[in-house]
């Protein structure tokens, strides 16, 4: 892989790719290479001629001063001016839309929605867009699926929910952020919640650690709350905390693989001789008839705690800005330190004024110029992604990636489950990021490092790009197929659209913006220069699109 100094990458060199190219041509997918050699420039448009680190604006760019828009711009904009650190210019209103589509709700905006916001003057424009996305019910889809991956949610082996609780356990959590549930209330359900593990979902928190010994659900409490990793802990430390639940009782049912989870009294004397005591090294007082999940909860959600707010905190924004002030954001540690620690307190005090509301927390981010920098750098210093001089590029994940083309194209995945029907309901036309179990998936998912669910770390998804995956992308006919018999095809070819008509619309539906003039002077060459039909042309010029950075990366 090469990357350039302005952020732009390629999964193979020009020539290679030119080759790949070609062997598409030649691969029985119909195409002479004569006809495939635009789509090998338009692959390569978005990133050409714009190496130099002085540069006038880009497309992607917009030209307005950079003056903080909150709090968090002054720290930012402080910090790198203390470190000599150019940040990038403000992206344009198109590269914004897409960006704040994906990042919020998983989702690419459609072409009517690009072209009426990149055409709307308003001046308050963003902020109105961020409100309504934060309403929308993919937000809800979106944040279920990462929290999914945090949680476990997995019917299968290692954590072996079983689909009817790992069902119930995704509807718990999507409704909880549909609804807003406050930060400190999902936690301590989760922490505390005892029942049917098929009617009291949040009970499956317990039962999606593989290991259910105690010290094994301290390090998972640690990990997921705390964001920290339990394990590098002293014995002792990790004892004590790992006291608060060794009281935990599981009991079957008639009902085949339920099982209730609650507080078993047979079991308080595990707690006197381990002896509690909080990761702080506070001891703890308990009693023998109070749950001492419960007192291990009303510790960890106190404002004043050292890890609960500062872990969410870091966390969301890791989620939207690509890394997190604390890096990697579950691996939080004395040695470890924030890259800078004025950002982070402004955050937490944040939420704690908010009572916990995390889409307070999103707006507030998503607001901030900041957040709203190109992802073209404008300095060669190395210490700027880790200040966020400028957004960093992102593959999209492999649930985002597979439901953009299915929204282009107007097709559905097939999915499988290693637990067959009836016992796993296997739903049809249904969002990869709204999938309810990680044991639901598809040979694309697996292929492009959707999270495994197995231990709740962040980085279980590999969003890294393989050969594989190009192969596929550039020559499947899994991809070729949903571009020749897309929806987004037929509609081009259903009135008697020009060809930079049909360019125009392509461009804004693929990539949320507007063609420049260049591009779209390639594209009418090769509409009637190539000596085939319209339709294909505008095949290949999908097809170029689809394969290009700007289509498969947040910028």
């Known amino acids: 892989m090469r990357h350039s100094k302005i952020g732009c990458v390629f999964s193979y060199p020009p020539a290679r790719l030119r080759r790949l190219i070609h062997w598409r041509g030649q691969s029985g997918c119909g195409h002479a290479m004569k006809r495939l050699l635009i789509s090998g420039a338009l692959v390569l448009a978005a990133c050409g001629a714009m190496a130099a680190a002085e540069r006038p604006a880009t497309i992607y760019e917009s030209v307005p001063a950079l003056t903080p828009e909150n709090p968090i711009d002054e720290l930012v904009f402080a910090r790198l001016q203390e470190l000599n650190i150019q940040p990038a210019r403000l992206c344009s209103d198109a590269v914004f839309l897409r960006r704040v589509f994906l990042d919020v709700i998983g989702t690419l905006p459609t072409g009517i929605e690009a072209e009426q916001f990149v055409l709307n003057r308003d ?5 109105a867009l961020i409100d309504r996305l934060l309403q929308r019910e993919e937000f809800a889809d979106y944040w279920a699926m990462k929290w999914s991956d945090l949680l476990r949610v997995k019917a299968e082996f290692p954590i072996n929910l079983w689909p009817n609780a790992a069902q ?38 317990y039962r999606a650690v593989q290991n259910r010994e105690p010290q094994a659900i301290a390090q998972a409490v640690a990990l997921t709350f705390m964001g920290t990793r339990a394990e590098k802990w002293p014995a002792s430390r990790l004892s004590g905390m790992a006291a608060f639940f060794s009281e935990i009782g599981y009991k079957p049912t008639a009902e085949w693989k339920e099982e209730i989870v609650l507080f078993d009294l047979a079991k308080t004397t595990n707690r006197l001789a381990q002896g509690a005591a909080f990761p702080d090294g506070t001891p703890a007082r308990l009693s023998a008839e109070r749950d001492p999940r419960e007192v291990f909860a009303d510790w960890l959600i106190e404002p004043k705690n050292p890890w609960f707010t500062q872990n969410i905190a870091n966390r969301v924004w890791s989620w939207l800005l690509g890394r997190g002030i604390i890096e990697e954001p579950d691996d939080i540690r004395p040695d470890n330190p924030p890259s800078d620690p004025k950002l982070l307190a402004p955050l937490e005090k944040e939420l704690i004024a908010s009572h916990y509301d995390l889409k307070h927390l999103f707006r507030l981010i998503l607001n901030s110029k900041t957040y709203q920098l190109s992802s073209l750098p404008r300095t060669d210093n190395p210490a700027g992604a880790a200040h966020f001089a400028f957004y960093p590029l992102r593959r999209l994940e492999a649930e985002v990636l597979i439901d953009a083309l299915d929204q282009l194209t107007g097709t559905t995945e097939n999915y499988t489950s290693a637990i067959p029907e009836p016992y796993t309901f296997i739903p049809g036309n249904v969002r990869s990021i709204a999938l309810p179990d990680g044991s639901i998936s598809s040979s694309f998912l697996e292929m492009f490092g959707r999270a ?89 010029l999908a097809w170029a699109l689809i394969n290009s950075t700007e289509f498969l990366y947040r910028h």
């Open 168 to 205: 119930a356990y995704h509807r718990w959590i999507r409704a909880s952020i549909k609804d807003n549930l406050p930060y400190d209330r999902f936690v301590r359900e989760l922490l505390t919640a005892s029942g049917s593990n098929f009617r009291v979902p949040p009970v499956n928190f």
């Open 452 to 540: 495994p669910r197995d231990t709740g770390l962040e980085s279980e998804r590999n969003n890294r790009p393989t050969a594989e995956q190009r192969l596929h992308l550039l020559n499947s006919s899994h991809i070729l197929l949903k571009i020749e018999g897309s929806r987004m095809i037929q509609d081009q070819m259903q009135t008697n659209k020009t060809p930079r008509q049909i360019a125009a619309a392509m461009y804004l539906r693929i990539l949320s913006r507007f063609p420049t003039g260049n591009e779209l002077k390639t594209a009418e060459t090769y509409f009637q220069s190539a000596n085939l039909k319209k339709r294909q042309a505008a095949v290949d």
């Open 123 to 127: 001046p308050n424009k963003r902020r």
